[in-house]
T-cell receptor, first 113, second 114 residues
Framework: SQQGEEDPQALSIQEGENATMNCSYK?????LQWYRQNSGRGLVHLIL?????REKHSGRLRVTLDTSKKSSSLLITASRAADTASYFC?????????????FGTGTRLQVTL | GAVVSQHPSRVICKSGTSVKIECRSL??????MFWYRQFPKKSLMLMAT?????????EQGVEKDKFLINHASLTLSTLTVTSAHPEDSSFYIC????FGYGYTFGSGTRLTVV
């Protein structure tokens, strides 16, 4: 079953603006990860935040995690046309010997010139 | 780094035939690989966890006889879609977990059944 819900489903902004995507999940997690997917391609790992962390930065990316609300946000600052892609949050649930990644519904980001 | 190669990237097959998709970890050994299915503009749905040397663990609702998974070596997992039907047309993605590197994804396979 789908673990996370993301909003908005689609986001269109202009180059230079910031983009914020939100993710909510349902159960306790070990960590939460954000991935990017260009159309028709595989996924690229962007950033991981552990359950005991509240905020993390990587370049133009800023991720927050609120475990009390079971939510996370991804902020992309000073967006570029090349940031156009779908973004997914994913949570890790340890089950037995395998840690499975479960994905949110995704946000399709369009950055226009 | 951790690189996962998935092949083929695109395949078209006739209804009733079988298609095999390969997922290889190129520079590391992967005891566990994962297979996902993605519908257009939708999220990734985990189909099964592929375990080297043992049977795959399928998610609820996934037909194990329809989607055969083999993980015969530490660097190769295959997904065979048997007796394919048009409703099996989808984007299939594999991933492998490498300790210290997290999850690495293949580039996906676009399957079209005609």
């Amino acid at each position: 079953s789908q673990q996370g819900e993301e909003d908005p489903q689609a986001l269109s902004i202009q180059e230079g603006e910031n983009a914020t995507m939100n993710c909510s999940y349902k159960t306790s997690i070990n960590n939460l990860q954000w991935y990017r997917q260009n159309s028709g391609r595989g996924l690229v790992h962007l950033i991981l935040i552990r359950s005991n962390e509240r905020e993390k930065h990587s370049g133009r990316l800023r991720v927050t995690l609120d475990t009390s609300k079971k939510s996370s946000s991804l902020l992309i600052t000073a967006s570029r046309a090349a940031d156009t892609a779908s973004y997914f949050c994913a949570t890790v649930l340890n089950t037995g010997t395998a840690s499975k990644l479960t994905f949110g519904t995704g946000t399709r980001l369009q950055v226009t010139l | 780094g951790a690189v996962v190669s998935q092949h083929p990237s695109r395949v078209i097959c006739k209804s009733g035939t079988s298609v095999k998709i390969e997922c290889r970890s190129l520079d590391f050994q992967a005891t566990t690989m994962f297979w996902y299915r993605q519908f257009p503009k939708k999220s990734l749905m985990l189909m099964a966890t592929s375990n080297e040397g043992s049977k795959a663990t399928y998610e609820q609702g996934v037909e194990k006889d329809k989607f055969l998974i083999n993980h015969a070596s530490l660097t190769l997992s295959t997904l065979t879609v048997t007796s394919a039907h048009p409703e099996d047309s989808s984007f299939y993605i594999c991933s492998a977990r490498r300790f210290g590197y997290g999850y690495t994804f293949g580039s996906g396979t676009r399957l079209t059944v005609v």
